[in-house]
């Protein structure tokens, strides 16, 4: 069995923005709560909660208007805006002359909802040019310019709000826990790079007022890696470049005497690997954070984000999918031509894996981000364990198939390779696992291989581990039905967000757009639970999340829930593990209190950087 401190384990639960809107929004909306229309209404700009430190009921008020100030229930929102702001988040059609078809009829996408995507994401994380030049990190405004030309991409945007939103998950600053800022890491996947920016750097010249030309920053803002860095520069002690010109020796000041190191975070890792791009992400950093060599300085705590914005720049990418792999309201019709009105599918569900009428995706703009380090780490600082990483695994798997995309051939490996090191470094075998996150892309091809892969992926692991009994069925969870669409390659991290949910014993998404199972699944659905209704666990439970991307990139991530019992398994010293599991509940309350207040509060990401930076000596 492996040692604690060579067992990685998530922190708290992901933070995340999409088509649906930030954690809450998508939460109550998978839940089915009827608080959902107030965190849209959040999200939106047009309300704010009193107090969300406080425990108890959502408090809302009206931020604009005539009532601006004054209480607002409920049923006053859904009055007066309930019918806008659903028809502004999830899969929606798009007709604006800022989004003209590339396709003709091609028209369905999931970007951000409200106003997220034109200021309002800044505005909402406390990350606009004013926010920036009033805090401590003024030195940083020129990152944070006001012209959305030069401003950080959308992209970037989403790692900067869902990063710093992860870290609500933490009961102390960074600082305090790694007194030595080489300590963390960002692990980043993304599928495209910061296309919005790179589309106004190309077009440049054929603009009637361009800006004054500042190519350091429209290149940053062109490059994936930009999100990660971002991260990382607002968190590392630092000096502005005018004050160390003038004053080099500040430099110096950065030195560690006990490390030796410099006191800045390590290098962000970023992943590009088409839809697998996240799930891989991690694979990388899991390795470096639990792998021993002469000299290596671990991370003992690492940022696992992920962002894509492929909605952008102008649903350009809908033409490389093309027409045959994308939904359309004219497939929608078409589905809907002589149904009962019963049966018939309206825009937000007409992504519709393992369903007959999983006719095509449809991509969307989304980030998400999470806390991960090692079990011993969390228990002698008592973090919240939501879950404990029991494997992973990945593969490329496009090879000898004649076809460069890769989906829908292979994929088994990553799972194999998750089944195996579950087994052998934690003693669970591929019947320990109950829920299956996912690619889900909404095409019937890729229904019908992800659950092929997974079906042979648990036989393949069934024999090698001498299982000889009939497995269990697994609930199916695909969480892009709910109306994120297809995020590419941040969809992984986001169905290990829906894992942790199902760990959690909380209501985790199921398939809720089904509504008859497609019979070309054949044999291999005959393993799994197909439902609408969302899903959740036992107190002892596992999940795995899969996806599949262009290129043959293939991931695959096992989680086991968070329990005294799992805890116990690793030899953890008995008095840190008695500590920890004494304070335990009263950790947890903590975390879900903390997260609730962060994420209920307007310009949360300004004030947990300013929170969680390590600060630069004087």
Not at 23 to 52: H, K, M, N, Q, W
Not at 390 to 414: C, L, P
Not at 476 to 497: C, F, I, R, W, Y
Request: hydrophobic fraction near 40%.
């Amino acid at each position: 069995m492996l040692s604690a401190d060579k067992v990685l384990v998530i922190v708290g639960t992901p933070c995340s923005m999409s088509a649906v809107g930030s954690t809450e929004t998508y939460e109550a909306r998978v839940a089915g709560s009827r608080e959902f229309i107030a965190f849209a209404a959040f999200d939106a700009g047009l309300i704010d909660f009193v107090a969300p430190e406080q425990p108890g009921g959502l408090r809302p008020r009206w931020l604009k208007g005539p009532f601006d100030g004054e209480p607002a229930t409920l049923e006053d929102i859904e009055r007066t805006h309930g019918a806008a702001l659903r028809a502004n988040l999830g899969i929606r059609r798009i007709v604006s002359p800022d989004f003209p078809p590339p396709v003709p009829g091609l028209d369905l996408a999931a970007p951000l909802p409200h106003n997220l995507e034109s200021g309002g994401l800044l505005s909402l994380a406390g990350l606009t040019y004013h926010d920036i030049r009033a805090s401590t990190f003024k030195e940083l405004h020129g990152l944070f310019d006001a012209d959305p030309r030069l401003g950080p991409s959308m992209q970037a945007q989403l790692f900067l709000y869902t990063g710093l939103g992860a870290l609500a998950a933490l009961p102390v600053p960074l600082s305090e826990l790694l007194p030595n800022p080489y300590q963390f890491r960002v692990a980043a996947g993304t599928c495209f790079a910061g296309m919005d920016s790179l589309d106004q750097w190309m077009t440049k010249a054929h603009e009637p007022n361009p800006p004054r030309d500042r190519f350091a920053s429209r290149l940053a803002g062109s490059l994936a890696s930009h999100g990660p860095a971002l991260l990382s520069t607002m968190l590392a002690p630092s000096y502005g470049i005018s004050r160390m010109l003038n004053n080099p020796e500040l430099l110096a000041s950065l030195w560690s005497e006990e490390s030796g190191y410099m006191r800045v975070p390590q290098v962000p890792l970023t992943v590009t690997a088409a839809c697998s791009s996240s799930l891989v992400a991690f694979t990388s950093i899991a390795t470096s954070m639990v792998f021993d060599y002469p000299g290596l300085q671990r991370p003992q705590i690492a940022l696992w984000a992920s962002a894509d914005t492929a909605v952008q720049p102008n649903l350009g990418v809908v033409d490389a999918f093309g027409t045959g792999a994308m939904m359309s309201s004219g497939k929608l019709q078409t589905i809907n031509e002589g149904r009962p009105e019963s049966e018939q599918r309206s825009i937000p569900d007409c992504l519709a894996p393992f369903d007959r009428d999983a006719n095509g995706t449809i991509v969307g703009n989304a980030g998400s981000a999470v806390v991960v380090t090692t079990l011993d780490f969390a228990l002698r600082n008592f973090l919240d364990i939501t879950a404990v990483v029991v494997g992973w695994g990945q593969s490329a798997e496009s090879g000898g198939k004649a076809h460069f995309a890769g989906v829908g051939f292979g994929g088994e490996n990553a799972i194999i390779g998750a089944f195996d090191m579950a087994l052998q470094g934690h003693g669970y075998g591929v019947e320990d696992f109950h829920y299956f996150a996912a690619h889900a892309t909404g095409t019937r091809t890729n229904s019908r291989t992800d659950l092929g892969a997974m079906a042979g992926a648990r036989a393949a692991a069934a024999k090698r581990q001498g299982f000889s009994g009939e497995l269990p069925r697994m609930v199916v969870g695909a969480h892009k039905s709910v109306g994120d669409g297809h995020s590419m390659g941040e969809t992984g991290l986001k169905s290990a967000a829906q894992a942790v949910q199902y760990l959690l014993g909380k209501p985790a998404v199921a398939i809720p757009t089904l509504q008859v199972a497609d019979p070309e699944l054949g044999e291999a659905a005959n393993g799994f639970v197909l439902q609408r209704s969302s899903a959740r666990s036992s107190i002892e439970s596992g999940a795995i999340c899969a996806a599949q991307g262009f290129g043959g990139y293939n991931a695959a991530l096992a989680l086991r829930a968070a329990t005294p019992q799992s805890l116990a398994k690793y030899g953890v010293e008995a008095k840190v593990l008695d500590a920890y599991l004494e304070r335990w509940p009263q950790v947890r309350a903590d975390r879900e209190q903390r997260e609730k207040m962060w994420r209920r509060k307007r310009g949360a990401a300004l004030g947990l950087a300013q929170l969680h930076c390590w600060k630069g000596p004087e």
